[in-house]
């Protein structure tokens, strides 16, 4: 059979019914096709197209109830269990947010692209429901899957109010991932960049810093010197994460999709290994990481006006941001002590290492 027509609605679907037990993703990545082509092709089996507006869809997640929501990057994924908190959601045109308990998103609008409502058979032949948004090249950006004690006539009327007069199979997707431009021009001084870090008052201000200096975070790490930013053993994030559970250190979780970041905050309690994978087993909160693709690891610090954060960042080998690690702090708080000495501790890689 030719690309053509296994990429095609008929193709993908025998791809599925001879792949059952296969996920989206991974049978998307098979088949040389974006997750987002993958549903189209099921289009009225069990798959409906809805809106991608962030402006419909997140001040009526609330009604659902009690959902787990996932982001994730080819890395790492990310799932918190709660409630989308409407009073605590803002939106609007280039950012949407929302500040709950248990659900702690930042989110791009711009970015999502498609929205379909999923519907599942398992194998004990109960159904798994679930509204899941994508980019424009059509990887998954925010997903949202109900749980026992979700609404599902609430879920059901969301759809139906969300739904596309659109529900044909064919999408077209860009095939250009979403990626934090590298700038190929010389790079500035150093001491520019430390000049306008050192004088930082809030960490959200290094956004701004990077982007009139055409820098990533992955080459300002390298740029800033030691005092701002040293490297990490690679083991040292799992080592980080065995020492929070033992020493009950809250932390801040950090992942991001090309439209979505999603955080947790709190403390961690079970962290387990699972081939290439470590990963956080708790109420609510699970994590699962992928550690072959950390290629490098970072301790930052960051001015603030209380002082300074610290975070530890993890980078692919393309210098992508995989994710991203705090102590747990509130606006106006300085940084935990706990946190601060336990990152300081972490074993460095030596210098005659860092490239």
């Not at 992942?255 to 962290?271: A, K, R």
């Not at 006006?305 to 747990?328: M, R």
């Amino acid at each position: 059979m030719n690309i053509q027509a296994i990429r095609a609605p008929e193709g993908i679907r025998r791809a599925r019914s001879e792949n059952p037990k296969m996920r989206e993703r991974d049978l998307a990545i098979h088949l040389g096709i974006s997750e987002a082509e993958l549903l189209a092709a099921h289009i009225g089996q069990g798959v409906t197209r809805i809106s991608a507006t962030v402006a419909d869809v997140l001040p009526s997640l609330e009604m659902l109830g009690e959902v787990m929501a996932l982001t994730r990057n080819e890395s790492v994924v990310h799932e918190k269990t709660g409630v989308y908190e409407s009073a605590k959601t803002t939106v609007g045109p280039q950012h949407a947010l929302i500040l709950g308990g248990d659900i702690d998103l930042r989110i791009f609008p711009s970015r999502w692209a498609y929205g379909f409502a999923v519907e599942k058979t398992d194998d004990e032949g109960g159904v798994r429901r679930s509204l899941q948004f994508f980019d424009a090249a059509g990887d998954a950006v925010h997903k949202i899957h109900l749980r026992p004690k979700s609404d599902v006539a609430a879920y059901e009327a969301l759809v139906g109010e969300l739904r596309l007069d659109d529900q044909s199979s064919a999408i077209t997707v860009s095939g250009e991932k979403i990626r934090e431009e590298v700038v190929d021009d010389d790079l500035p001084a150093a001491d520019v960049l430390r000049e306008r870090w050192s004088a930082m008052t809030d960490v959200h201000q290094l956004f701004n810093i990077l982007r009139k200096l055409k820098l990533t975070r992955h080459q300002a790490v390298h740029l800033i010197g030691e005092d701002y930013a040293w490297r990490l053993d690679n083991d040292a994030l799992t080592a980080m994460l065995y020492q929070a559970v033992r020493d009950e250190v809250p932390i801040m979780c950090f992942v991001g999709s090309s439209g979505c970041i999603q955080i947790h905050t709190g403390t961690i309690h079970t962290v387990k290994p699972m081939g290439p994978w470590i990963n956080v087993l708790d109420p609510g909160f699970n994590l699962h990481l992928r550690t072959d693709h950390v290629h490098e690891l970072w301790a930052v610090r960051k001015p603030v006006t209380e002082g300074h954060v610290t975070s530890i960042e993890a980078y692919g080998a393309d210098g992508q941001l995989i994710t991203q690690f705090f102590g747990q702090r509130h606006e106006g708080q300085d940084e935990r002590p706990d946190w601060r000495i336990m990152v300081e501790r972490l074993q460095r890689l030596p210098a005659s290492k860092v490239a």
